[in-house]
């Protein structure tokens, strides 16, 4: 499982609530991800990080933030929930250009 | 047109044979090529990858790449309902700071008992 933990695995929440996501890896990996994935798009890159807070845009990063304070941990932040942010996301490192990702967070906004 | 697409099924192939799963790009520059199999409810898991043109051989599994005419595809032989998943194609794209991955949408599999 590469040593990636994602945490809540399940949450609902109502619109317009702040919901963060977090993913922790074990293993010290430089690059780390957000991904959505929805039906009948696949996996979409929402932002990602290169190092301790550094960090850019993926291509539907609207709406979300991102933070890396420490190697290990890198957080996901809805401020403003919305129903069109209701999806699975996924963490995921990258090893030697080979991307291994976590369990997954399925998140419903009501 | 998308960047990267596949069908998106489902393919239904009876236990034995071969499957054969499908996989165009748009981006000429390409370099990198992926296949992930996901189960239902869980994650990406990777499978396969291919960098170079031609065929790459790990057990039951072959990727082909084609960059001429962008295509790539995967083939399971001896197909076994446990094969039975959604896979995901991914190209790697550079960004100034690593790649990131664009997926297709995955094409379901199918295996028949």
């Known amino acids: 499982d590469a040593g990636i933990t994602q945490s809540p695995r399940h949450k609902v929440t109502e619109t317009g609530t702040p919901v963060t996501l977090r993913c922790h890896q074990t293993?010290?990996?430089?690059?780390m991800y957000w991904y959505r994935q929805d039906p009948g798009h696949g996996l979409r890159l929402i932002h990602y990080s290169y190092g301790v807070k550094d960090t850019d845009k993926g291509e539907v990063s609207d709406g979300y933030s991102v933070s890396r304070s420490k190697t290990e941990d890198f957080l996901l932040t809805l401020e403003s929930a919305t129903s069109s942010q209701t999806s699975v996301y996924f963490c995921a490192i990258s090893v030697a250009n080979e991307q291994f990702f976590g369990p997954g967070t399925r998140l419903t906004v009501l | 047109q998308k960047e990267v697409e596949q069908n998106s099924g489902p393919l239904s192939v009876p236990e034995g044979a071969i499957a054969s799963l499908n996989c165009t790009y748009s981006?000429?520059?390409?370099?990198?090529f992926f296949w992930y199999r996901q189960y239902s409810g869980k994650s990406p898991e990777l499978i396969m990858f291919?960098?170079?043109?031609g065929d790459k051989e790990d057990g039951r599994f072959t990727a082909q790449l084609n960059k001429a005419s962008q295509y790539v595809s995967l083939l399971i032989r001896d197909s076994q309902p446990s094969d039975s998943a959604t896979y995901l194609c991914a190209v790697a794209q550079s960004m100034e700071y690593g790649n990131k991955l664009v997926f297709g949408a995955g094409t379901i599999l199918r295996v028949k008992s």
């Open positions: 293993e010290n990996h430089r690059y």
């Open positions: 291919i960098y170079s043109n």
């Open positions: 981006d000429r520059g390409s370099q990198s």
